[in-house]
């Protein structure tokens, strides 16, 4: 005899779904590993010598990758047909704001002290500062209309073309660093070459 309960066929492993549902909780978990390893370096002496200069500078490597994380999203979906990756954008942008938020915060709380006298002789005198700063001002408008409602108000074609401002800030932020540096410029070499390949795809793919 049959039994009806082993010869039930078994439901296939719905994979797609389980990616789905695991996608935005996996990458907001991994996007949060950098201020969590930062905290932890804190809490421990880790900091090094100048704590401040490493609180500045991991903050700012963390916000131009995650610019550069944000804008692989669109090739990496042009090139696998992967489209769910689209609903991670909005956040990894929003963990470069973050991370910048961080990284400003260092400079101007424990650097500058809150003179903001000094921060204003900064940003016109070092011309790195005043690119970071053209830089930082962009993001503000992209993570205030980063909302669902916002892009229903804008309409999606001026909110998509008023995002495109993100190339220009990804571009500015290597400069910035690329001008704070006196030697040693592979790291930002790299990070232009990463955002010169993820411009080609998008070129390439969406071309004509
Ligand atoms: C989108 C905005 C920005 C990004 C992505 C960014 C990114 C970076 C990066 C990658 C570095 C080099 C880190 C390293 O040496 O490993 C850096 C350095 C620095 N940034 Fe920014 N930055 C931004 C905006 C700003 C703003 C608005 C300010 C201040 C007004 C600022 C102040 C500094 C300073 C002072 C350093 C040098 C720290 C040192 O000499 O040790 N940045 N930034």
Known sequence: MTDAITAAP??????????????????????????????????????GANPIEKLIRYNG??????????????????????????????????????YVCLHLSAYVGLDRFFDWRAIWADILKRVYITVGMGAFLTL????????????????????????RVIYFTTIAAIIHYIMML???????????AILAVLLAIRAVKKWP
Not at 35 to 47: F, T
Not at 65 to 90: C, H, K, S
Not at 182 to 192: D, T
């Open 10 to 47: 078994k439901a296939p492993i719905d994979w797609s779904t389980i990616v789905r549902r695991l996608l935005k909780p996996v990458v907001f978990t991994i996007s949060c590993l950098p201020v969590l390893w930062l905290g932890w370096l804190a809490l421990n002496n880790g900091l």
């Open 61 to 98: 490597d963390w916000a131009l990758r995650f610019l550069l994380i944000g804008l692989a999203v669109t090739p990496i979906r042009l090139v696998t047909g992967w489209t769910e990756i689209a609903r991670v954008r909005r956040m990894l942008g929003l963990f470069a704001f973050f």
């Open 140 to 163: 503000i408008p992209l993570a205030i209309t980063s909302t669902a409602g916002m892009v229903k108000r804008m309409g999606a074609k001026n909110w998509r073309r008023m995002h």
């Open 182 to 192: 006196k030697a040693g410029y592979q790291e930002p070499a790299l990070y232009g």
